[in-house]
């Protein structure tokens, strides 16, 4: 069964930097990409990047760039994602999800992160 | 970027048949894929590619559409379906979802 397993909830202050994981089982790692999302509360959801599991190779949403880095340990089959100088604009939730050509057909079940001073 | 239009709600009577739309704002053939959200749950992929249905999810749900015009139908409408539903492209980067339509029982 295939499962991605996100890490807690943030609550941080401004102009800090979180790291999120995503730590997944049941699936050949480094054969998928792996991307992370953002949805601010009763909002749109926006595709932050991708990343391949294999050689960690990364794409981004020129809207994120500077803001989100996405790593990955093969080893764990683990993806990271770290999020810089956060401001009240970076409070949401957000989500790894299994990128395939069909779509993303497996979520983590998110986590919030609070900007709060 | 690629604009995914879809109307904000729909109210519907159990047991009828629902279309929700998605216009995009440049052809994006059939990579187009539909999301349902229950409040408080991450998204679940429903149909693929336009018009395949993921493994597991009723075929009461399907889907249509090619370019730039695609729609989601559920029929009938269960209690259980009302959630928000997001069409997403992958056509192009970089990928883009709708903003989403509120199902609603009547």
């Known amino acids: 069964e295939v499962q991605l397993q996100q890490s807690g909830a943030e609550l941080v202050k401004p102009g800090a930097s979180v790291k999120l994981s995503c730590k997944t089982s049941?699936?050949?790692?480094?054969?998928?990409?792996m991307s992370w999302l953002k949805q601010m509360p009763g909002q749109n959801i926006e595709w932050i990047g991708n990343?391949?599991?294999?050689?960690?190779?990364?794409g981004y949403n020129q809207k994120f760039k500077g803001k989100a880095t996405l790593t990955v340990d093969k080893s764990s089959s683990t993806a990271y994602m770290d999020l810089s100088s956060l401001t009240s604009e970076d409070s949401a939730v957000y989500f790894c999800a299994r990128l395939i050509k069909q779509g993303f057909d497996y979520w983590g079940q998110g986590v919030m992160v609070t900007v709060s001073s | 970027d690629t604009v995914l239009t879809q109307s904000p709600a729909l109210a519907v009577s159990l047991g009828q048949r629902v279309t929700i739309s998605c216009r995009a704002s440049k052809s994006v053939s059939t990579y187009m894929h539909w999301y349902q959200q229950k409040s408080g749950q991450q998204p679940k992929l429903l149909i693929y590619s336009a018009s395949n249905l993921e493994s597991g999810v009723p075929s009461r749900f399907s889907g249509s559409g090619s370019g730039t015009d695609f729609t989601l139908t559920i029929d009938p409408v269960e209690a259980d379906d009302i959630a928000n539903y997001y069409c997403?492209?992958?056509?192009?980067?970089?990928?883009?979802f709708g903003s989403g339509t509120k199902l609603e029982i009547k």
């Open positions: 990343i391949y599991g294999g050689n960690g190779g990364t």
């Open positions: 997403q492209q992958s056509n192009e980067l970089p990928l883009t």
């Open positions: 049941g699936y050949t790692f480094s054969n998928y990409y």
